[in-house]
């Protein structure tokens, strides 16, 4: 079903992610795209697709250790992120199987605290989402431990009603940029 939908979706979208694609490349240097090797179901490495947002070149770092004043965010960077637009193109990860639009936010490939404390409560059996229960009550202002806790309730509690939930606060909070970069 995570497929079809995509599928769907990157259809319909398919002329906004064109005009993001363009204004990403009018607005720096570099391609539109990038990936990111980040850890999926298992524990498997596989590369993420976001839209760039920062300058080309940059060391892997987690979005809370990046602060929406940091010189290495492009104009249209700050926007993207804001409203979680970079993330589009993670609909691709979506249509290949390795993410669902639901689930623990991808750990980067370098987290080696956060993934070892999902690998211990056995939360690394989900496939990432492009969304999760830690995203709608956090973000990035929550701790690495908070975000785990939060990712085991969504184990333990997963069902349809719960997904859509997360569904409907993502699309609010992504809205009003509410959990990103805030201490």
Request: glycine share 8%.
């Amino acid at each position: 079903m995570n497929r079809l939908v995509a599928g769907l979706l990157f259809f319909v979208f398919l002329p906004v992610l064109l005009c993001i694609a363009l204004i990403v490349k009018l607005d720096s240097s570099g391609p539109f795209v990038f990936s990111q090797k980040r850890v999926g179901r298992h524990g498997q490495l596989y590369q993420m697709y976001k839209f760039r947002t920062m300058v080309t070149g940059m060391p892997d770092l987690p979005s809370d250790q990046v602060g929406e004043t940091d010189s290495r965010i492009t104009n249209v960077g700050r926007i993207l992120r804001r409203l979680s637009l970079d993330e589009l193109p993670q609909l691709w990860n979506v249509m290949k199987g390795e993410m669902n639009f639901i689930g623990p936010r991808p750990a980067l490939y370098n987290q080696y605290d956060l993934n070892e404390m999902r690998s211990q409560l056995g939360i690394d059996v989900l496939k990432p989402g492009i969304t999760g229960w830690a995203q709608v009550n956090g973000r990035d202002s929550i701790s690495l431990e908070r975000k785990v806790a939060l990712d085991q309730y969504y184990l333990e509690n997963h069902t349809w009603r719960l997904d859509v939930r997360i569904l409907w606060m993502t699309v609010f909070k992504s809205a009003i940029g509410d959990g990103l970069y805030r201490s």
